[in-house]
């Protein structure tokens, strides 16, 4: 099928699951009733997607109260009660962190029960997000490696150990989340993509990374502003990642300022393109989708197009977020039909 279609990863909670003060709270329970919320959120996803008409779906992380914390919580050396400041993205912007404090080792399985919920209750393609090492590394404080790329590599073991359970679970889509990786260009030829590749290394499923310019905060949006009318970071970095055993690369095309040009650099990779924008709350029409589909295939073979949302929509409110799913499964099959 031409111009499969996929999300990002992330879907908004439902108002019960993500407002604490809203009708009661689950995050703030223990045991079996944050359990059930976790599990019907999942289902919920599932269905959304299903009906939205997506391809590959994912269980919307909602079991995550954030993309690289949901993963932090479930390793041992780390210390969360002694949080502090640093410096996110180049000190972009600041955030209180955790600690790594002693060696890193998995506590168990990370997020078997929502793939396992969400594979037992689809009969769709189905993906899983994990954070990416560099961009873990630029998430948390190191006082035990003394050493970003030594940590970075102790990550990506743990990362590589997860990926390669949810792949026994049923999954078909592993894909590492690194924004990151637009922000140390440098790094990202001299071991970032290294530390990406332990990650998934011998991993039989497909494989996908996902890069963007970093959406839902202001920081993010004041800086973008600063970046002039093309954004020519990824310029750097494609040739780097279309020699990795990566197969997939998902990237912002919708209303982003990235040259759509670039994405010829990535010679043999499916391009996981970003046809909807998440930080607007305009719903696209389906010719809009058709539009960006296009425009990609002008540069990527048309049969290497999966069509997906820039980023993930967990910011976003539901009814918008809903909306733009129905656009985006209504734009690829309206994509098939014309460009076919």
Not at 133 to 140: A, H, L
Not at 210 to 237: F, M, P, V
Request: net charge negative; aromatic share 8%.
């Amino acid at each position: 099928m031409l111009f499969p279609t996929t999300i990002a990863g992330s879907l908004p909670k439902p108002e019960w699951l993500a407002e604490p003060n809203t009708l009661w709270a689950p995050w703030k329970s223990k045991g079996d009733e944050l359990a059930r919320a976790k599990r019907d959120a999942t289902l919920l996803a599932v269905k959304l997607q299903e009906d939205a008409g997506i391809d590959i779906v994912t269980e919307g992380e909602q079991a995550r109260q954030h993309f690289v914390h949901g993963f932090l919580e479930k390793v041992e050396g780390i210390d969360f009660a002694h949080k502090v400041e640093m410096g996110i993205r180049k000190d972009r912007y600041k955030a209180m962190v955790p600690q790594v404090v002693a060696p890193l080792r998995l506590k168990g399985r990370v997020h078997a029960e929502e793939a396992r919920v969400a594979r037992s209750h689809t009969a769709r393609k189905l993906k899983f997000t994990l954070p990416g090492p560099m961009t873990i590394i630029d998430t948390i404080a190191d006082q035990y490696y003394g050493d970003r790329v030594k940590m970075a590599f102790a990550f990506a073991e743990l990362l590589n150990e997860e990926a390669k359970a949810l792949q026994a679970d049923g999954v078909d889509l592993i894909q590492f989340d690194e924004p990151a990786f637009n922000v140390y260009m440098d790094e990202v030829s001299d071991w970032g993509i290294r530390a990406l590749e332990r990650a998934a290394e011998g991993l039989t499923c497909a494989t996908a990374v996902h890069i963007c310019y970093g959406y839902g905060i202001k920081a993010n949006t004041d800086w973008k502003e600063t970046l002039g009318s093309e954004w020519r970071q990824y310029e750097d970095i494609f040739p780097a990642i279309a020699k990795s055993p990566i197969q997939q690369v998902a990237i912002e095309c919708r209303n982003s300022k990235v040259p759509l040009e670039l994405l010829g650099l990535l010679t043999g990779k499916v391009v996981q393109a970003g046809v909807i924008d998440v930080a607007s709350d305009t719903v696209e029409t389906a010719e809009d989708v058709v539009r960006v589909i296009d425009a990609v295939s002008k540069f990527v073979p048309k049969s290497s197009i999966i069509a997906t949302t820039n980023c993930g929509m967990a910011p976003m409110r539901r009814d918008i977020a809903e909306a733009k799913l129905m656009a985006l499964g209504a734009g690829a099959k309206l994509a098939r039909q014309k460009l076919g």
